[in-house]
């Protein structure tokens, strides 16, 4: 059977997705469009490209310098520049820490060396960085790697795939898969739905990167002009992060039959809609103790990013937990209890543990899906319920 799969955001864990996906396969169903926030843009983009199970694990268990190369996802922030420094946030706060004690040519002096003082430091460049540039971590070397991924190994013709260059657009156009991810445009406030009909233009990469990139914790993405319009309207200039901000598990846009959404998402299928959900209340048998607790550079775990998370999702996550109460015949919920979202380096048994349970959830939903799951269920012609349509209202309401 083919579905239209929705992958959930979930930072590190998101590599449950590869268990679950692996299950789907060996099952004999594959997927129709395809549909991700931050950590599951990442893998949606990845089985677009058409990377195996076989593939997802490699680059799962990928390292270097003896760590789990995701753990280079938290990176050290690049120099900043004088014009940075000059017209930054940082600097506009020590000036108005008026000390009237000194001169005023002596205190703007004395302000421009303490945070260029601080940028040039180990910790401190952090804080400057998340000041300057929304983000404790930088995440070059997560589009480096991407990038890696989107070019390596063949597709079904034996050639190369050679894909980090492409546009949303070119992608479709060599793959033929319909992907989707979800972003965040924070200077209007609104959800951004990135694919081939939305923002031709944008790099694949970028799409990803700006699904992925969770607020304070990696630097906000600044749409380019090149990238081209989005649905016709001229976002450049704007910033844009991590899709979970405003839906992290937006299953309604498949199941949504509207116009207005269906032009977004593409038309609807006689396809069955299946999204993998990241449970945090499930236990991971095996999974042993975490890291990310104990490692005082991961900003997200600091318990005031915690707590700001915590009202994000409180105020953003509402309507998802509307449509998953109201199609929980369509969700498989992958185990992810004491994974923390930027835990990068977790050993190679609890990541294991982890894809092994999703492996297990996937094959328990699996077992009824035929009784739960009619393809009919959101096709063309499917009779309204009362379900269907408040999903409707809050697919329109997020591309409004």
Not at 149 to 177: C, E, H, I, M
Not at 349 to 374: G, Q
Request: glycine share 10%; hydrophobic share 45%.
């Amino acid at each position: 059977m083919r579905y239209d799969l929705v992958f959930e955001g979930g930072g590190a864990k998101g590599m449950a997705f590869v268990g679950a996906v692996a299950e789907l396969l060996k099952a004999g169903h594959t997927h129709d469009r395809l549909l991700g926030t931050s950590a599951g843009a990442i893998t949606a983009t990845l089985l677009a490209a058409g990377y195996t199970v076989d593939e997802m694990n490699a680059a799962l268990m990928e390292q270097e310098d003896g760590k789990p190369v995701f753990s280079g996802f938290m990176g050290r922030p690049e120099d900043f520049t004088d014009t940075e420094i000059d017209q930054g946030g940082m600097l506009a706060l020590l000036k108005n820490l008026d000390l009237s004690l000194l001169p005023n040519f002596l205190e703007d002096s004395m302000d421009r060396k303490v945070v260029r003082a601080l940028a040039r430091g180990g910790k401190s460049r952090h804080l400057v960085a998340l000041v300057e540039r929304g983000g404790w971590f930088a995440a070059r070397r997560f589009l480096t790697w991407m990038g890696g991924k989107l070019d390596a190994g063949k597709r079904a013709d034996g050639t190369p795939r050679n894909y980090s260059g492409l546009s949303l657009k070119q992608l479709f156009d060599a793959t033929g898969v319909d992907l989707s991810m979800v972003a965040s445009d924070t200077t209007d406030g609104r959800l951004l739905v990135l694919n081939h009909r939305t923002a031709p233009d944008c790099p694949v990469v970028y799409a990803v990167r700006m699904s992925m990139s969770i607020p304070l914790v990696w630097d906000e993405v600044t749409w380019q002009r090149e990238w081209g319009a989005y649905r016709g309207r001229d976002i450049a200039g704007h910033g844009v992060v991590d899709g979970g901000m405003l839906s992290n598990f937006p299953l309604e846009l498949f199941i949504s039959a509207e116009t207005k959404v269906t032009n977004v998402m593409g038309p609807k299928q006689n396809t069955p809609v299946l999204g993998l959900m990241i449970d945090e209340s499930l236990e991971v048998p095996g999974a042993g103790a975490g890291t990310a607790a104990k490692q005082p550079g991961a900003l997200a775990e600091f318990a005031l990013v915690t707590r700001i998370g915590r009202l994000i999702d409180t105020a953003t996550t509402a309507h998802d937990k509307r449509v998953i109460e109201d199609h929980g015949e369509l969700i498989v919920r992958l185990p992810a209890k004491g994974y923390g979202t930027t835990e990068f380096d977790m050993s190679e048994a609890r990541r294991n543990a982890l894809v092994e349970a999703a492996r297990r959830a996937t094959r328990a939903w699996l077992a009824t899906a035929p009784r739960t799951v009619s393809p009919m269920s959101f096709g063309p012609g499917a009779p309204a319920t009362k379900a269907s349509r408040r999903a409707d209202a809050i697919a329109l309401d997020l591309l409004d």
